[in-house]
């Protein structure tokens, strides 16, 4: 059984080397235990750093290209490289290392596929009150989104089993935390979150320049996960709010026609009914359109599947040889 510790890092010079002390040199039941680090285009002594440790790969971005982009990276060369389980932490020591041995217990236990670290918010003294609360906010929000329970959704520290790694797909390019969350819920893939610690801060959160610009990108997220992974629902709703406003005007229109025996004055209201139930319409027809192309969608995340499976397990072979 093989595990690859992945981090993500961009210009860590000062605090990858304090969390790399702090992973574990072993844990029962695997048998191999290798880090790999993505360098997403830094431009300060990273890669030396993590050289001088003993690192054992190093996936590099010639420029900075984002979380997103720099998480799937890692996840497709832990494939190549043979791992059996992916963790991914962060290289500013946020996440207790020890507790990686948490993460992957119920991936090797057989009970889950991925396994979300819940950090303890509320007793975390580096975050403030807005942001305890905008955590708890967000998170709700996913677990409605995605159908899960999963407690801390923006929680990077997080375990993935081989066969839910090959699975994985992200679209947008801010972050992987809440997509990867809303695809599995929907893929109903075995998920569970194991509480861990976390570590005092060592610099300020690059993800959190400013909270609300983080929000609106976050909703961003969900709101198009949502709507790629259950379009019908989206659209439906958005359908069902309009045809309900103009189904309202509609009514109301015809109890003042009944009770007066004249619309004089209020054909306004019914132009805005009748404009109002075309767009509750055209937004469920839009819907089930894309609930069409979901389908299509997934057949091709099927075919992607095989195809990326039959690749790794071949370089497997290959590197077993």
């Known amino acids: 059984m093989k ?25 029962d039941g695997i048998d191999q235990i290798e880090v790999l680090i993505i360098n997403d285009g830094s431009t300060d002594a990273t ?10 790969h190093i996936v590099t971005f010639k420029q900075n290209k984002g979380l997103a982009r720099g998480f799937m990276a890692g996840i497709d060369a832990c494939l190549h490289l043979g791992a059996d389980i992916i963790v991914n932490t962060d290289a500013d020591d946020q996440y207790c290392g020890a507790d990686i041995e948490k993460l992957v217990r119920p991936i090797l236990d057989g009970k889950s596929d991925i396994v979300i670290g819940e950090r303890p918010i509320d007793e975390t003294e580096h975050f403030s009150k807005k942001k305890k609360m905008f955590q708890h906010l967000g998170s709700w929000v996913v677990r409605q989104a995605s159908n899960t329970d999963i407690p801390d959704a923006p929680s990077g520290f997080r375990a993935y089993s081989r066969e839910a790694a090959l699975r994985l797909n992200v679209i947008n390019e801010y972050t992987y935390t809440l997509e990867t969350i809303i695809q599995a819920g929907w893929n109903k893939t075995a998920m569970t979150s194991v509480p861990i610690r976390t570590n005092p801060e060592l610099r300020p959160s690059r993800l959190f320049k400013s909270m609300w610009r983080y929000m609106k990108r976050s909703s961003t997220v969900i709101l198009r996960s949502f709507a790629m992974y259950k379009p019908l629902r989206f659209f439906g709703y958005i359908g069902a709010v309009f045809f309900g406003l103009g189904l309202i005007l509609g009514l109301r229109f015809v109890w003042i026609f009944l009770s007066t025996g ?60």
Not at 270 to 283: D, E, K, N, R
Request: proline share 2%; hydrophobic share 45%.
């Open 47 to 56: 890669v030396q750093v993590a050289r001088e440790w003993g690192v054992n």
């Open 262 to 321: 004249s619309g004089s004055g209020h054909v306004q209201s019914l132009i805005l009914c009748a404009a109002l139930l075309m767009i509750g319409v055209q937004s469920f027809l839009t819907g089930v359109l894309a609930d069409i192309i979901s389908g299509n969608r997934k057949l091709m995340e099927d075919v992607q599947y095989r195809v990326r499976k039959l690749e790794i397990d071949a370089s497997r072979k290959e590197n077993e040889q």
């Open 3 to 27: 595990l690859i510790i992945q981090i993500p890092c961009y210009n860590e010079a000062e605090t990858l080397k304090v969390a790399l002390d702090h992973l574990p040199k072993h844990i």
